[in-house]
């Protein structure tokens, strides 16, 4: 890209490439340097954009509307479209700031705000997904005890502990990563401030930090993961042992989270627990297009498209607003 080629060769912004030591801004390649693909990208990305916040506004919506909503399942739900609609923000805008400017260039604490913004975010629906997990799994498989264990008390530790949880392990790796010197251009190849593509411009070693930021995050994606195969490996145990309907029923609700768990802990293994040497940085920015603009606007379609409930919920809706006689 022409971006990458004038940085490296320490042209651009009239600065040297090897003084990046003592510069407060880092460059991000983007997408593409062509106006007419940024024009295209930032028309789709912002309809995305768009999308993602009313479909998970939507559900948030509706879930404190309608009173047959107010499970567990719903409440966590509610929650893990909040983290959407904060992570596609923490993200997003800047995109398409990027895109339709072409300037692409952020400061060490804008860089480092949204790192932490975006990898607190996501390491909170990591662990929602593990409580949802769980919550099909006291559902299904425990229904006797399940109002008990899941009352609403319980509901708001476990979401409060997501949320918190998130923002406290991203600290660490923030503060690490920007505890290191800068050097080089200072060009990032990527489209945001992404953790493991900021660590490569550090210039000293960065072994124990790395150390620190891989079991933080096989801690995040690994623990949440073998709660959610747990869980539904025991509730696929009891559909296939009680060959009951109404567990039938019940798992085929499930089938909309394993899609979601795929999706994310898919894409989020490639780029924070796979070694860099085994991923290019351009595949690494597809991977990243994927889960960062992408899985959030999916999320709300895919919970709701064979939801029952979600759909006489939204006809309530559609009639309360009188554009159902």
């Known amino acids: 890209m022409d971006i990458y080629l004038r940085l490296s060769k320490g042209k651009s912004l009239g600065w040297g490439a090897e003084n990046f030591t003592s510069s407060t801004e880092f460059i991000l390649v983007g997408l593409s340097s062509d106006p007419k693909i940024r024009n295209i990208l930032f028309a ?4 995305i954009y768009t999308f993602t916040l009313l479909g998970n506004l939507g559900v948030i919506m509706l879930v404190l509307a309608d009173s047959h909503l107010h499970t567990p399942m719903y409440f966590f739900l509610a929650n893990l479209s909040g983290m959407e609609i904060c992570y596609v923000t923490s993200t997003i805008p800047q995109m398409l700031a990027h895109l339709l400017t072409g300037h692409a260039g952020l400061s060490l604490i804008r860089c480092a705000l949204q790192m932490y913004g975006a990898l607190s975010l996501g390491s909170a629906e990591a662990l929602l997904l593990g409580v949802m997990a769980y919550d099909r799994y006291l559902a299904i498989c425990q229904p006797l005890i399940y109002a ?3 009352g609403r008390w319980r509901q708001l530790q476990l979401a409060s502990a997501c949320w918190v949880c998130g923002f406290l392990g991203s600290v660490i790796c923030v503060f690490l990563t920007f505890s290191h010197p800068f050097c080089g251009s200072g060009l990032i190849n990527h489209f945001i401030c992404e953790l493991p593509m900021v660590l490569k411009l550090t210039c000293d070693d960065t072994h124990i930090t790395e150390i620190i930021i891989f079991l933080l995050a096989a801690v995040v994606i690994f623990g949440p993961l073998s709660v959610i195969l747990t869980s539904y490996g025991h509730i696929l145990f009891s559909v296939y042992k009680m060959r009951s309907a109404r567990l039938r029923k019940a798992f085929s609700t499930c089938s ?8 994310y802990y898919g894409t989020t293994t490639f780029i924070y627990i796979i070694p860099r040497s085994e991923t290019s940085p351009d595949n690494e920015k597809k991977i990243a297009m994927f889960y960062v603009v ?17 759909h006489v919920a939204m006809a309530k809706v559609v009639r309360k607003l009188g554009f159902e006689q």
Do not use: G
């Open 44 to 47: 789709v990305i912002l309809l």
């Open 148 to 150: 008990t264990v899941m």
């Open 256 to 263: 909309s989270h394993l899609v979601v768990v795929i999706l």
């Open 294 to 310: 992408v899985t959030p606007l999916l999320n709300p379609i895919i919970y709701t498209l064979r939801n029952k409930d979600v």
